[in-house]
């Protein structure tokens, strides 16, 4: 069986936000990220079925 995994580890560096698409095998991963006020890094993901953000 394979495995469908992702690890999404966000470093924006001065960036105050980031968003983008992925083409997988398996489907497109999408993925924003937004640097809050505080510096903290709030993140939303969209990943096909089947496949597991680890």
């Known amino acids: 069986m394979e495995r469908k995994q992702i690890s999404i ?5 001065k960036l105050e936000w980031a968003k983008g698409t992925y083409p997988t095998p398996w489907g497109v991963i999408e ?3 937004e ?3 505080d510096g903290k ?3 939303k ?3 096909p079925k ?3 953000q680890i």
Request: proline residues 5%.
């Open 9 to 13: 580890e966000p470093h924006l560096g």
């Open 35 to 37: 640097k809050k006020a």
């Open 41 to 43: 890094i709030a993140t």
């Open 45 to 47: 993901v969209k990943l």
């Open 50 to 52: 089947g496949v597991k």
């Open 31 to 33: 993925v924003s990220h």
